[in-house]
């Protein structure tokens, strides 16, 4: 069936069930509770998932698991793109220390687009790779490839450099190059700098492949082979020779080498990505070129001046956009011409896909990009046949469950069920920022005279709606609220040395306003720099006040002459301010005072005072008096700190603290803001309502999720993996694992159905 029917099938079940819509109860929190069981590898995971132990384990799958996992019935799967990025990095600088006084081949545009020439990716993709890859045309990874953010003018069909070895040889051909002395190698142009006439023998092309990453290294060998031998069967007759096995090195090696010195020509490099294609100013702006910094391609010009100025104007307008109208993914469009179009600087090859599997009876599966079927979305809506506990297998036992230092995905798969962040992310387009905790957000400016520039200040707009429960029963505690938020942060930033500290770290001061009598909801964190992107930064995790501030902290009161407006440090970072008098007079932070931190502190020690304060001032604060380190938060019992606002809380564990062979119950928050999701939602797309600050908005069951299930129609789950299966429209519980007609239906019935909107 095309997938035009298939749309049309869409819209006619809208008009055939639509007047047959029935409301249903509106619950409260995720549809399933979980159990977790700890293996101790991912092998013993994978024989407990297949032997029907587990219905979704937290790890992608070998090759020969997929093979076996598609001979299985049972067994659906789900395929994951990454967000790293393989590349060949070229170095694009005047020269390199290998050949003194002789430019660069890879300076030469031509060069590194015949380069680009060469290469067959699809190939890569599939012979080398084995289709546990797929391809990328910009240096962003494919996580992202239905993003708004990819310039779709120089990816897939359009991209300006498909594999054709003919068009590689007349390109340098125009450049110059060509066997002059017969010898089967290129020699350089007659007027190339440093070099005329020179054989590639004498200077061949530096190539450095990393030997510690067999794909890496087999797809270097295949450069090389390009290079050296289908180049000889072109019309320019000669291959362009190159260091063949001298720098097939691990990374120790390669890395002084390239990183360092920049003295290479070609390298198999490779990056981490992630849901914000931002990155690109750390690998592409020239302000970064310098031994071991984060850019080593663009290089220099002869004069010594950045290759790309271009580029760097572009870069800066993505990484410090204007507030208001910051247009960044216009930038980062820009940028991609560039950096692919324009001048070729490198030529990105491929991110890593994951191939991640679940039991057929489990049903309504999110599977995104990057993170691939245990995520936030699964959880809040997936549920089994049968109704009962889902059961996730993590293929490792914990080092820790501490949400300050835990690191390991293994312990997110339970920390991420109990803690929760600010801000969500459409699931199917990752670059797009949704409301969770926080209802709306405002970027701003304000002006620090103390270094005399504008820096960024982000308002928090806060649902009013957020539950906090406790661990073990369940029982409703309050909502969480600013002073909430204020501890999140604060409590955050006094452990310089933990796994989240940097997401705080920029952070100045911080302020509660005081929308109305009775609701504290909005929270501005001021800055200590410009950047856009800082609305980002403090919201995960995000943790709760009144219940922590005891256990984990301690109060102390300190008492100083004050004169004026001169500030004044503190003996312990504070977490929050109790109270404060001048001359036995209350005195309140944000309104006669505030709290600093900062890149001169870097600890929240400064009072600041913010008119004249003359006089005798004494403050009462909570600090964090004991270390956060240990197996759970400060080393105390997880019943006595693990409060949440997420969709589960615990419950119970068969061994605490729990390692491999233990399980962990889970129940699903029966308080959480968020409702219950509406089944036929498929696609998770916010509907913002207003313009005004905060704005409220909605989820909604629309076209686009029957557009995305007609897509899938007909499709299994089970058998040979098939890309146009959809997970998330496996909804009816009778058609386990295949897309049918009662699926649409089920979404059908619901169209034009909202849910999810904040409370006034």
């Known amino acids: 069936m095309s997938r035009f029917c298939i749309f049309m099938l869409g819209l006619l079940l809208i008009t055939l069930v639509s007047a047959t819509f029935c409301s249903r109860a509106k619950g409260q929190g995720a549809r399933s509770d979980i159990d977790i069981m700890f293996y101790a590898s991912p092998d013993e995971a994978w024989n407990a998932f297949v032997n029907g132990q587990a219905d979704c384990i937290q790890w992608s799958l070998t090759k020969t698991q997929k093979l076996a996992a598609e001979q299985d019935p049972n067994i659906q799967l789900a395929r994951s793109d990454g967000f790293g990025i393989m590349e060949f990095d070229l170095n694009n600088n005047y020269t390199i220390a290998t050949y003194p006084g002789v430019r660069s081949a890879t300076n030469e545009l031509q060069v590194r687009r015949a380069i680009a020439r060469l290469i067959d990716k699809d190939y890569i993709v599939t012979e080398i790779l084995e289709d546990f890859a797929a391809r990328i045309d910009v240096p962003i990874g494919a996580g992202l490839s239905d993003s708004s953010w990819i310039n779709q003018s120089v990816v897939g069909d359009n991209y300006p450099y498909p594999y054709d070895p003919e068009v590689a040889a007349q390109l340098l051909t125009e450049a110059g190059f060509s066997d002059t002395d017969g010898n089967g190698w290129l020699n350089y142009p007659a007027d190339w700098d440093g070099a005329p006439n020179a054989d590639t023998e004498a200077y061949p092309l530096v190539v450095c492949v990393r030997s510690d990453d067999s794909n890496r290294f087999a797809v270097g060998q295949y450069l090389i082979d390009q290079l050296e031998n289908t180049l000889r069967s072109t019309s320019i007759g000669a291959g362009f020779k190159t260091t063949g096995t001298q720098w097939q090195q691990p990374r120790s090696v390669l890395s002084p080498k390239i990183h360092g010195d920049r003295n290479y020509q070609v390298y198999t490099g490779g990056w981490s990505g992630s849901r914000l294609p931002t990155y690109l100013f750390g690998l592409y702006h020239s302000m970064w070129w310098y031994p071991y910094g984060s850019n080593y391609v663009t290089g220099v010009d002869k004069y010594g001046n950045p290759n790309y100025p271009d580029l760097d104007d572009q870069l800066d307008l993505l990484w410090l956009p204007p507030i208001p109208n910051p247009d960044p993914v216009i930038r980062c469009k820009n940028a991609q011409s560039l950096i692919v179009a324009k001048h070729c600087i490198n030529i990105p090859l491929w991110s890593y896909s994951y191939y991640y599997s679940y039991r057929k009876e489990l049903l309504n599966v999110c599977s995104i990009n990057g993170l691939g079927v245990c995520n936030q979305y699964t959880f809040l809506n997936a549920h089994r046949q049968d109704g009962g506990s889902i059961r996730l297998g993590i293929p490792n036992g914990p080092s820790r469950l501490n949400i300050l230092y835990s690191q390991l995905p293994f312990e997110y798969g339970f920390l991420d069920l109990v803690y929760t962040g600010a801000i969500s992310e459409q699931p199917y387009d990752l670059t797009v920022d949704q409301p969770w905790v926080i209802q709306d957000w405002e970027s701003g400016a ?32 309050r909502n969480w609220d600013a002073h909430d938020f204020e501890f999140t942060v604060w409590y955050n930033y006094a452990f310089t040395d933990s796994w989240q500290w940097g997401s705080f770290m920029d952070i100045k001061y911080t302020k509660i306003v005081d929308v109305n009598s ?6 501005q964190v001021y800055f200590d720099d410009q950047s856009y992107w800082f609305y980002t930064a403090p919201t995960y995790p995000l943790m709760t006040k009144d219940e922590l501030l005891d256990p984990l902290c301690a109060t102390t009161v300190e008492s100083w002459t004050q004169t004026g407006t001169t500030p004044y440090m503190l003996a312990n970072s504070v977490v929050q301010v109790v109270s404060a008098t001048l001359n036995g007079a209350p005195i309140y932070e944000g309104i006669d005072f505030i709290i600093k931190a900062g890149y001169d502190l870097y600890s929240h020690i400064g009072f600041h005072p913010l008119r004249d304060l003359t006089g005798t001032i004494s403050i009462t604060y909570w600090y964090a008096n004991m270390p956060a380190s240990g197996f759970y938060l400060a080393g105390l019992p997880w019943q006595q700190t693990m409060y949440s606002l997420g969709t589960h809380y615990p419950v119970s564990m068969t061994h605490d603290p729990p390692t491999s062979g233990d399980e962990i119950s889970l129940r699903k928050n029966s308080f959480l803001f968020f409702e ?22 909605y989820f909604k069951i629309e076209i686009y999720d029957v557009v995305k299930a007609t897509a899938a129609y007909s499709t299994r789950g089970d058998g040979v993996f098939d890309a146009r299966y959809f997970p998330g429209a496996d909804i009816d519980s009778n058609d386990l694992c295949h897309i049918g007609i009662f699926d649409l239906v089920t979404i059908t019935s619901l169209y034009g159905k909202k849910f999810g909107t904040p409370p006034p």
Request: charged residues 25%.
């Open 446 to 477: 304000w002006f620090d005279p103390q270094d005399g520039y504008e820096k960024t200040v982000v308002t928090y707009y806060i649902r009013k709606d957020v539950g906090i429960v406790a661990p073990v029963t369940g029982a409703y505690i």
């Open 518 to 523: 009775d609701s504290w909801d909005e929270f």
């Open 676 to 697: 219950t999701p509406l089944l036929g939602e498929i696609d998770w797309q916010w509907h913002w309502e207003g313009s005004v600050k905060p704005r409220s908005g």
